[in-house]
């Protein structure tokens, strides 16, 4: 009888006759056994580590021969390269007597890969790009065919891939005749083939065994920030993470008076893709450099970005989404060449991948999210609120998934706030209020301690106290609220009213004082009337358009809450639910997923079977338009006081 081989993780078994190599029997069994050159012995991408002993649980005794000694291939890469203790080259390892094989991890082609963010959920690599070692025919005076002809059929022969259609950008042609010569007559070829693909495409060639790695930079474009996560292509690991200010707030801070820029300006819309191009190169460019890899290594780029960014970035005029019926150019998805996006910092033949919007209003980034955090297979109803100048929302569980987006503005952000700011050193970032003595106590960024904690006053001089940010201003007027120095119509009292000399009169309202650094030179930071006013904006709008998905499912409550975006991360569940941001719901079931959106591009970048799930998952979202919504408003209305008009909030009491 053959011997038995049977491989772990997998489980995977099969018997093989004696001299077949380890590699072909994963062949055969469909193991997940990488291989970059064809089992010649140079890659190393093979390795296995045999067990011996005893394997009750299989019926096997695995012996020291169970495989064949080293032959000269395995020998000289050890001698060179090194080979760790107790591994071999499947490639090379050939089946002499019943055996068990384990394929570690870095090894699968197909590895999970566990995601940092808090919702851990792992990510399959499944790359649209790979790199293949082929060894091609040399030309031959009596057989005159080209050297891309030869190249398709090594290819064929060694890597089973079908050439009829392979594609081959000229550039890359120019490229092969120098590198099949320079590598003697072996090439190392990056392939793509993206999900839908029938065949795939030549990106890129290099002369003999090429030992470099390729790398995709997972993007989120944002209104305000734009993001970059270089991932290497063969285990999804980060490299290097970078971010940049969005260059197009010179030509309006939010993205309607983006749309309005573009209206009333022509060539608006021209100036402003050229800017966010200008900027993508120059954002690949800083992180290729921190990683330490040429920006031709960078073979991939996958974008998320909400309606308006997604058309500035592909240049088309988003003058469309400021009117109803806010109508996309394309809602698919796209596979691009970078180059046709002016993407000049990666390889010239670079990919790049958008994924697809929902709606006219909820971009591609709402789809990363939805891909991020899965809600079409959750069993409880889940309510996901993006946060950022436009909130974006999704509710739903396995039955059906409900989307919107609501204008919340910039002031969750720190803007549109007398003492406002972006989340940076100096920014005050978290509040308390005592409620019997009304005097306040903050953290700001950049500082670990709190302000009436001992050396706060030295530790804080490094940077400065400059502002409030987002979550701050948020804490704040919970905090002003739950301690009654301002009421449920968000109306702050007076010095008298509260007993506390930190409200101060300005003009007819009044103000609460967090800190005055005035006599040190410093601001004095007050929450305004103004202030409460634009949060009260803000959270009405974000409160009424996860209620106006409520009611399409007729319910009043959810199961959980995810706040996603980076400054969900930073929110405090209870402060958010204490002004009314979001629909009552138990506090230890709202959680943070950090930036899903990010995730969801790292995701699509990793694995291309993804790729073909959110595009057929977007389609089976329903859309729902809060701006003709009549009931919009009422719940806008409703949603003003703090925490809300008529809504009990019976997670609060408790
Ligand atoms: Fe490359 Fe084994 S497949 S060394």
């Known amino acids: 009888m053959d011997p038995l081989v049977i491989f772990t993780p ?46 009750s649980k299989h019926g096997v005794t695995v ?14 890469y050890d001698r060179v390269r090194g080979l760790k203790e107790g591994r071999r080259l499947g490639c090379q390892a050939t089946v002499q007597g019943d055996v068990v094989i384990d394929v570690p991890p870095e090894s699968q082609v197909h590895k999970q890969v566990v995601r940092k963010a808090a919702a851990v959920r792992a990510i399959t690599m499944d790359p649209a790009t790979r ?6 025919a040399e030309p031959d005076m009596h057989e005159p065919s080209g050297d891309l002809e030869r190249l398709k059929r090594a290819l064929a022969e060694q890597w089973e891939i079908g050439t009829d259609g392979l594609s081959v950008p000229l550039p890359v042609l120019s490229k092969l005749q120098p590198a099949l010569r320079k590598g003697d007559w072996a090439v190392t070829v990056a392939l793509y083939k993206g999900h839908g693909d029938a065949n795939e495409r030549v ?29 290497d292509l063969r285990n999804g690991e980060v490299v290097a993470s970078a971010g940049v200010m969005n260059p197009q707030i010179r030509f309006g801070e939010d993205l309607m008076s983006r749309v309005s820029y573009s209206m009333m300006n022509e060539g608006g819309a021209g100036e402003m893709t050229t800017a966010v191009r200008g900027a993508l190169n120059t954002l690949a460019e800083e992180i290729a ?19 308006v960014m997604h058309h500035l970035l592909l240049g088309i005029d988003p003058v469309e989404l400021g009117q109803a019926p806010f109508a996309l150019a394309t809602s698919d998805s796209l596979s691009l060449a970078a180059d046709e996006l002016d993407l000049r910092a990666v390889n010239p033949a670079a990919r790049a991948y958008v994924l697809p919007c929902i709606a006219g209003h909820v971009g591609a980034d709402a789809a990363a999210v939805a891909l991020s955090e899965e809600p079409y297979l959750s069993d409880d109803l889940v309510l996901i609120v993006d946060v950022g100048t436009n909130a974006e929302i999704q509710l739903g569980d396995k039955r059906r998934v409900l989307a919107c987006s609501s204008p919340t503005g910039p002031a969750f952000e720190g803007a549109q706030i007398s003492s406002g700011q972006r989340a940076a050193p100096g920014a005050i970032e978290r ?51 739950s301690a009654g120095v301002m009421d449920a119509k968000g ?106 959106a990010g995730t969801g591009a790292r995701i699509a970048l990793c694995n291309r079977a993804a790729r073909g799930e959110i595009e057929r998952r977007v389609h089976e979202i329903h859309k729902v338009e809060t701006a003709i919504e009549p009931r919009f408003q009422e719940h806008f209305v409703a949603a003003n006081a703090i925490p809300h008009a008529t809504a009990p909030f019976p997670e609060l009491r408790k």
């Open 10 to 55: 997998s489980g995977k078994r099969g018997r093989f006759p004696k001299g077949t190599p380890i590699l072909t029997v994963a062949r055969q069994l469909g193991v997940d056994l990488d291989s970059v050159c064809g089992g010649r012995g140079i890659c190393s991408k093979c390795q296995v580590s045999p067990s011996y002993g005893e394997f």
């Open 63 to 76: 012996k020291p021969d169970a495989l064949s000694e080293w032959n000269d291939v395995e020998a000289r």
């Open 131 to 136: 790199l293949y070692y082929v060894e091609v």
């Open 203 to 231: 990106l890129d060639v290099w002369p003999g065994f090429w030992e470099e790695r390729l790398y995709g930079l997972a993007i989120d474009l944002g209104s305000t920030t734009i993001a970059a996560h270089l991932c």
């Open 289 to 307: 450099g921190e990683a330490g890899i040429e920006p031709a290594q960078i073979m991939e780029t996958v974008f998320v970005c909400n309606p």
């Open 431 to 481: 509040v308390e209020i005592d409620p019997a003595t009304k005097e306040p106590r903050f953290k700001v960024i950049g500082c670990d301690l709190w302000s009436d904690e001992d050396g706060f006053a030295e530790a804080a001089a490094a940077t400065g106290i400059s502002g409030i940010c987002g979550s701050g201003i948020i804490e704040a007027v919970a905090e002003m609220r």
């Open 491 to 596: 109306l702050i009292g007076s010095a008298a009213q509260t007993g506390t000399e930190r409200c101060i009169a300005e003009g007819r309202t009044h103000a609460y004082a967090i800190h005055d650094g005035r006599a040190d030179g410093g601001p004095l930071i007050t929450v305004t009337q103004g202030d409460i006013r634009a949060i009260q904006l803000a959270k009405s709008a974000l409160y009424a358009g996860a209620r106006l998905l409520m009611d399409e499912i007729d319910t009043d409550t959810v199961d959980r809450v995810v706040l996603a975006g980076a400054f969900g991360a930073h929110i405090s569940p209870k402060h958010a639910m204490v002004l009314g941001m979001i629909p009552d719901c138990p506090l230890d079931k709202v959680t943070s997923a950090g930036n899903a």
